[in-house]
């Protein structure tokens, strides 16, 4: 593509060469420039990437954006910006075609549930038969391929590409998880969102690399509503009128509070084997009662939010009540169907936060037994198996304790130091079957009826990283051949 139609939607100056170049890509890593590319340089938290513009006009760049003045002997094209990196998202738009125009685009933003609302989205519109991509923490997720990226919302570059991806796949919508840093750096910038979404806002995200404050984290997060056209908005958070205050598109509320347009109520959690979640009904600009099978009082606003876009979006109600009852998010409390009559979960939980969060959200279900299956990780800082041991020990009614990825350390010295530094300081009970099979299998032999057992720590992950080699382990798998095994 010539580079004049690449910089088409942005304002530049032209320092030398000449804009009718040939370009073959569009790259901001010095590292992968080959021969007639245009490198725009960004500047990072640990280098300003000016510094390598040398280097990729070594390695055959053939024109150069660049926002500071740079020294360039060398007879290539050199492009001046205020800011690259918005220029990088733009630039990268026009790259793949401006895919924005031919997908509905969807972003969310807040500090908890982006994920979850996105997967809740998804299944609607699968429901629906509408086939959608989605971008965020799990990855890009284009039909049944993952793609891993670095960032929960990736730089520009990738969007744009992914957005391409999912156009050549016939998907017809992109949901993206819009984090208030990825909004900070312009690595949404280019598209002009069809629907926003405002989940909650909490503290988080504040450090050297992050917002240097709440009100910087806040503002980045107020951006998207200058950058869609409508913008749906959970009405009972505390930051509602200051997210809302400078938007400038059209605002569609949920939440319990009788104000918004969409209000829940009566809602109750719902337990039976195999299936754990929440019950609501909606009344408003919809009346529905609606199942959720996502475990946690937040998924009703969770929910909200989703069947509130897809209301907009002119969404069928058999569609939202269908993708809402059978939402299932890889690796997070989720469910794993078997013979019995308990609950068997697969959540990601690694750490004693996340341990507590989950525990104390399934305690609310008033299991039999609440049981949770787990390791640690190797080669990783002692105190963190001490306090997941203690926090099992406080909130499980028995610990499974078992390999996660051991590393280069002992299984064994691993899981005594869960026992000796956490669970023996509560009077939580435990058992200990070093292999994570084995483990497995014992949770589901010895289960009963209306226990809740989770295997936490794995979650989306397919192996065990045991001294440098990654052996792959599904849990999923996993239960199945124990299930085949039991019906013999
Ligand atoms: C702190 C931070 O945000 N860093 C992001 C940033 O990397 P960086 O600033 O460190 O880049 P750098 O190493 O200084 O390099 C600057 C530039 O020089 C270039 N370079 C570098 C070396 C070289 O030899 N040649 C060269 O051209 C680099 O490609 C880059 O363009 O730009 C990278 C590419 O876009 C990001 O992957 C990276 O995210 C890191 C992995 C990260 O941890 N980010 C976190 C803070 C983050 O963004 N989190 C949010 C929120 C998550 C949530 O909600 O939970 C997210 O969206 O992920
Ligand atoms: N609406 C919500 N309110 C409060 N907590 C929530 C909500 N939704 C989810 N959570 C909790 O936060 C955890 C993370 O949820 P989720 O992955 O959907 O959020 P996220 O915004 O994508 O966060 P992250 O970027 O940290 O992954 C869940 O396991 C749950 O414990």
């Not at 070594?58 to 990196?85: C, F, L, Q, Y």
């Not at 990088?88 to 125009?101: I, N, Q, R, T, W």
């Not at 009100?215 to 950058?227: N, R, S, T």
């Not at 399934?362 to 041991?389: C, D, Q, S, T, W």
């Amino acid at each position: 593509m010539q580079l004049s139609k690449i910089l088409q939607n942005i304002e530049y100056t032209l320092i030398k060469g000449n804009t009718e170049t040939e370009i073959s890509d569009v790259i901001y890593d010095s590292r992968k420039v080959t021969d007639g590319t245009v490198f725009v340089a960004l500047k990072g938290y640990n280098v300003d990437g000016h510094k390598f513009v040398p280097q990729a006009v070594k390695s055959g760049a053939s024109a150069v954006v660049i926002s500071d003045n740079v020294d360039i002997p060398e007879d290539i094209t050199v492009i001046k910006v205020d800011d690259t990196r918005k220029a990088l998202a733009y630039m990268s738009a026009m790259l793949f075609g401006e895919p924005e125009k031919e997908l509905t685009t969807i972003a969310l933003t807040g500090t908890k549930g982006k994920t979850t609302t996105v997967a809740m989205l998804k299944s609607i519109l699968d429901a629906e038969g509408i086939k959608s991509g989605t971008i965020g923490t799990l990855g890009i997720i284009i039909g049944n391929k993952i793609y891993k990226t670095n960032n929960t919302t990736p730089e520009s570059y990738e969007i744009q590409h992914a957005m391409r991806m999912m156009v050549d796949a016939g998907c017809k919508v992109m949901i993206i998880e819009a984090s208030s840093l990825g909004l900070k750096w312009h690595r949404t910038d280019a598209i002009y969102f069809d629907y926003g979404i405002f989940t909650n806002f909490s503290h988080d995200h504040i450090g050297d690399s992050e917002h240097k404050d709440l009100e910087e984290y806040l503002q980045c997060k107020a951006l998207l509503f200058k950058q869609c056209k409508k913008g749906i908005f959970n009405i009972d958070d505390k930051v509602f009128d200051r997210i809302t205050e400078n938007a400038t598109c059209d605002i569609t509320t949920y939440g319990f509070s009788e104000k918004a347009d969409i209000v829940g109520y009566d809602d109750n959690l719902i337990s039976k084997p195999g299936y754990i979640g929440v019950n609501f009904k909606t009344k408003g600009l919809k009346t529905l009662d609606v199942n959720v099978a996502i475990p946690g009082r937040f998924s009703v606003y969770n929910a909200l939010a989703a069947m509130t876009t897809a209301i907009e979006m002119g969404i069928s109600d058999e569609a939202i009540l269908k993708g809402l009852d059978t939402v299932k998010v890889k690796g997070r409390v989720e469910a794993v169907k078997v013979p019995g009559n308990y609950t068997l979960l697969i959540d990601y939980a690694h750490n004693a936060l996340s341990m507590e969060n989950i525990l104390e959200t399934l305690r609310e279900y008033n299991p039999h037994r609440l049981i949770v299956l787990f390791g640690a990780g190797g080669n990783r800082p002692k105190v963190r198996r001490y306090e997941m041991g203690e926090t099992a020990g406080r909130l499980a009614d028995l610990s499974v304790l078992t390999e996660d990825n051991s590393r280069d350390e002992d299984v064994m010295d691993i899981i005594n130091d869960i026992i000796e530094g956490g669970l023996k300081k509560t009077n939580g009970k435990y058992v200990v079957v070093p292999k994570r099979q084995d483990a497995i299998r014992y949770c589901m032999e010895n289960a009963e009826d209306g226990d809740i057992i989770v295997l936490a720590g794995k979650g989306h992950e397919d192996y065990l990283e045991i001294k440098g080699v990654k052996y792959h382990l599904d849990e999923r798998e996993v239960i199945a051949d124990i299930i085949a095994d039991m019906n013999k």
